[in-house]
């Protein structure tokens, strides 16, 4: 099927730090029209703010919903017309998550590849909690905002690394995203269903023990987590001391690894060896967080690139695109919402 060029908004946005790309579908290779990280100091400012960054493309809005309770399967089936495929796939799903299309469980799916030759779908199909949904419609509602599209941000994240070359091999994978305040793990192997699972740990808690070790107000550790002033700026006396991030957000760090593993080992017991974790969300952000995660769980843990999947304008100057490849691990959800392997 040959698709018109198209631009899309993804808004990567539950409440927190919003993450917004526009980006333009056509062609060999899509092309990034502009991005945004910014903190709307009330969830009725998500309004102006995306209207503001989507201008005319308001319409072509994707989102982002937590799906922290989600039951992901990947299902391969015969061919089928969408409509066929809406009636059907609750049935199909009943087979493996009994609850599935209750009153309280709502079915949604993604096509992920149609092999025409083998007549056959293969079809990343969540059971998700209808009323997560709902407050997520809600949220956007009351910044005038109705969505083209909404997603689970596990699936969005999984899809971007599957198109992104991700080897969908029986080899499992996983992707760990450290946010705001919390985090949450996937674990994926072809066939198998996704485990995904949210752990407490965040960034929230990383600002809290620096707060706690260093003695320093919330907004410093803040800057001090950002890397954007040194503690002993802030602190005289830790002038003399090594203060590395992971030396000062040590506890935090070892609770995300044994939460981590736990879910790991959990997953390998059923499904096989863990071969690698991406990284992605906020927190990936921290200095030198995937070589400690990586030491501790001793599975490769490598920082997402997402943004790489795409190309970006010539006018941008270097400042520009330093930031953006900086801070390209936390659009990993947002790259997956603009769906851009759908040319
Ligand atoms: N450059 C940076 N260095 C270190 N940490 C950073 C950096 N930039 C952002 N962060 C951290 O990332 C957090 C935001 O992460 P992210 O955008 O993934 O959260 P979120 O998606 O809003 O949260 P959630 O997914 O939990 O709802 C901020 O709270 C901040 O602590
Ligand atoms: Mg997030």
Not at 75 to 95: T, Y
Request: glycine letters at 8%; one cysteine or more.
């Amino acid at each position: 099927m040959i698709r018109f060029p198209r631009t899309v908004v993804a808004l990567d946005w539950t409440g927190e730090t919003a993450k917004l790309l526009k980006v333009r579908i056509a062609g060999s290779r899509s092309q990034i029209l502009d991005y945004a990280v910014s903190l709307p100091a009330q969830a009725r400012d998500i309004g102006p703010l995306v209207r503001d960054f989507a201008g005319r493309f308001r319409k072509q809005l994707h989102v982002t919903y937590p799906g922290r309770q989600a039951q992901i399967r990947q299902i391969d089936l015969p061919i089928a017309s969408e409509s066929d495929l809406a009636s059907s796939l609750p049935f199909e799903i009943r087979r493996h998550v009994p609850f599935a299309g209750t009153e309280d469980w709502g079915v949604y799916y993604q096509i992920l590849r149609k092999d025409r030759e083998k007549g056959r779908l293969s079809i990343l199909a969540a059971v998700a909690d209808r009323a997560e949904r709902g407050r997520a419609v809600e949220l956007l509602a009351s910044g005038g905002l109705e969505p083209r599209r909404m997603e689970l941000a596990p699936l969005a994240a999984v899809n971007h690394l599957i198109h992104a070359g991700e080897r969908d091999t029986d080899d499992c994978w996983g992707v760990l995203d450290v946010g705001a305040t919390g985090s949450w793990l996937v674990l994926k192997r072809r066939g198998a269903p996704l485990h995904v699972r949210s752990l407490p740990v965040g960034c929230a808690s990383f600002a809290q023990e620096i707060v706690v070790r260093c003695g320093v107000s919330r907004q410093e550790a803040d800057l001090v987590q950002r890397a954007e002033i040194s503690l002993s700026k802030v602190k005289p006396e830790w002038r003399d001391r090594t203060a590395t991030l992971p030396s000062l957000l040590r506890n935090t760090l070892d609770e995300l690894a044994v939460e981590t593993m736990q879910q790991i080992n959990q997953f390998r017991m059923r499904q096989g060896p863990v071969r690698r974790l991406h990284l992605g969300g906020g927190g990936a952000l921290v200095h030198g967080i995937a070589t400690v995660l990586q030491n501790k769980i001793a599975i490769p843990v490598l920082p997402a690139h997402p943004l790489q999947a795409f190309a970006i304008p010539g006018t941008w100057d270097d400042k520009k695109r330093d930031h953006f490849e900086a801070v390209s691990p936390q659009f990993l959800v947002a790259a997956g919402l603009t769906r851009w392997w759908e040319r």
